[in-house]
């Protein structure tokens, strides 16, 4: 009888191997069905960028850009909600998720190469144009994208993506002196934000209820970090990050002139990006839904049923 229940476990899981394997990367073959996200590759200037895709490429396209210090895997709920009507693709920036990472030493980790990165890949893809949900990181990524080819965007989701320099206050003070003065020692000074204690903490601070916080991200987000030679990785991200607030003015420009329809749901606690942050949008934007949802950083993580309803509401006035 033992061996008969081994027998069968055994085999329900090489069924279940086997179906996973069916899932894995197999070139760009759209998801089999609009619910199914399918983890891909693309091979990008000799790096496999990774990325997850879902719902039928002939939908509007929604590109999900993810924050530090995770990857599309914070976007892992919400992709399937949004894939019955759009077509959503969610990449990994290089160094981070399941893309490549490069020797920092001897690669470009930087803002204007993510950007390019993500550009030839929706290229790639033949996608023409798109609404773009920007958090953290993923903001100057996008931002930089639509400074390039502004007819491309038709709508921007903004949660906790920062444009303005009212946005980077006493938190942002370690990282200035590291713009100032990248040295060893101030780089050093920053290795603390790079361990699970500050993980958690980015996770968790301001968040009403942080039984919603999944600690499956701690382990993912901690895992990566780990790696070796990853620290060197943010470090040169952390260091670049000042080039985008130079950039800050000619974004604002870009949205007076474009209008792109505008959906704001931030965390208004966030340490990192305070509600500071997400209220000058409302000078150089007109169509614009705001929404400070009493939260944290990640918001996806306690509001994410909010959120996806705003979203879903919001998509249908970016398509022109």
Do not use: C
């Not at 027998?7 to 191997?17: D, K, Q, V």
């Amino acid at each position: 009888m033992k061996n008969t229940i081994v027998s069968t476990t055994l085999a329900s899981l090489l069924a279940g191997t086997a179906l996973l394997t069916g899932t894995l990367p197999s070139g760009t073959e759209a998801a089999e069905s609009p619910f199914a996200v399918a983890m891909k590759k693309m091979e990008i200037d000799g790096v496999n960028i990774a990325y997850r895709e879902a719902g039928n490429p002939d939908n509007p396209t929604v590109l999900l850009l993810h924050g530090f210090p995770t990857s599309s895997h914070m976007f892992r709920d919400l992709i399937p909600e949004l894939a019955e009507d759009y077509h959503v693709i969610a990449p990994d920036y290089p160094g981070f998720g399941a893309s490549d990472m490069p020797d920092a030493a001897s690669y470009d980790y930087s803002f204007a190469n993510a950007a390019e990165i993500v550009t030839q890949l929706i290229d790639a893809k033949g996608v023409d144009g798109y609404t773009v949900y920007l958090m953290d990181y993923g903001a100057p990524v996008g931002y930089r994208m639509f400074a390039e080819h502004p007819e491309r965007v038709s709508g921007f989701i903004i949660q906790n993506g920062n444009a303005y320099e009212e946005g980077l206050r006493e938190f942002w003070d370690p990282i200035k002196a590291y713009w100032a003065d990248p040295s060893a020692k101030h780089g050093d000074a920053l290795r603390g934000f790079l361990t699970m204690e500050a993980t958690v903490w980015q996770f968790t601070h301001g968040v009403g209820d942080v039984s919603k916080v999944s600690p499956d991200n701690f382990w993912h987000v901690q895992y990566l970090l780990d790696r070796p030679g990853n620290q060197e990785v943010q470090l040169e991200m952390f260091l670049d990050y000042g080039t985008n607030v130079d950039e800050y003015a000619r974004w604002q420009a870009l949205f007076r002139e474009h209008q792109p329809p505008t959906l704001i749901v931030w965390g208004k606690n966030d340490h990192i990006f305070p509600a500071e942050g997400a209220h000058p949008y409302l000078n150089d934007l007109d169509d614009v839904e705001f929404h400070l949802l009493d939260t944290g950083h990640f918001a996806l993580e306690e509001y994410g049923e909010v959120i996806s309803a705003e979203i879903r509401d919001f998509l249908p006035r970016t398509q022109k």
